[in-house]
């Protein structure tokens, strides 16, 4: 089984629309949690830290359930803009190496 | 903030020739930098862990003689494909972190699209 598991996608959503998707861990002693954006052939971007109250930052909000092992992303209000691959990322505590998950494509059109 | 430097950003070899490719920390000292490699609609794979004035630490099933990896400064790690094969044609990206291991997160060089004919 993959440290970290997404939906590959891709979602294609109408600008103005929300978009949600989640991602697995399978690592229950993970501690620190990410999602990074990565545009088509160029370096992933720190989209936000995710926290384990959930978090907010514009249309962006992210959640933690440690119990079910999942983080997931919402995006609201959708922009063309935000059309990119999402990629969940895991820190283990003990190493404190980062694991990826593949990427969830959001395709976001006019 | 903090920059992260990779280059060449693109590279076309012969299959059996050597390539280098550098990552420079611009304005923060790097105790430890990372090596991943992308394919095609996959995930990073973390190659190698990078430690300044010691030896890297290579994942399983990274061939070490095969790809070198020396970190002799702080602001410095050269990753050398040795002998590339078309097999070994990827995307390879480099990452730092400063010291102190609370923070996640890392910051990305602009990547190295190596294509070996």
């Known amino acids: 089984r993959k440290e970290v598991e997404q939906d590959p996608g891709p979602f294609n959503v109408p600008e103005g629309a929300t978009v949600a998707f989640n991602c697995t861990y399978s690592?229950?002693?993970?501690?620190?949690f990410f999602w990074y954006r990565q545009d088509c052939r160029k370096e992933p971007k720190l989209l936000m830290s995710?926290?384990?109250s959930g978090n907010e930052d514009g249309r962006f909000t992210a959640q933690l359930n440690r119990a079910s092992q999942y983080i997931s992303l919402l995006i609201r209000d959708s922009k063309l803009s935000d059309s990119a691959t999402y990629l969940c990322?895991?820190?283990?505590?003990?190493?404190?190496?980062?694991?990826f998950g593949a990427g969830t494509t959001v395709t976001v059109r006019a | 903030g903090a920059v992260v430097s990779q280059h060449p950003s693109r590279v076309i070899c012969k299959s059996g020739t050597s390539v280098k490719i550098e990552c420079r920390s611009l304005?923060?000292?790097?105790?430890?930098m990372f090596w991943y490699r992308q394919f095609p609609k996959q995930s990073l794979m973390l190659m190698a862990t990078?430690?300044?004035?010691?030896?890297?630490?290579?994942e399983q099933g990274v061939e070490k003689d095969k790809f070198l990896i020396n970190h002799a400064s702080l602001t410095l790690s050269t990753l050398t494909v040795t002998s590339a094969h078309p097999e070994d044609s990827s995307f390879y990206i480099c990452?730092?972190?400063?010291?102190?291991?609370?923070?996640?997160?890392?910051?990305f060089g602009e990547g190295s699209r190596l294509t070996v004919l």
């Open positions: 990452s730092a972190r400063g010291s102190g291991r609370n923070t996640g997160e890392l910051f």
């Open positions: 690592n229950s002693a993970s501690q620190s």
């Open positions: 995710v926290y384990s």
């Open positions: 990322v895991v820190n283990r505590w003990d190493d404190y190496k980062l694991s």
């Open positions: 304005d923060f000292q790097a105790t430890t």
């Open positions: 990078s430690n300044e004035g010691s030896k890297a630490t290579y």
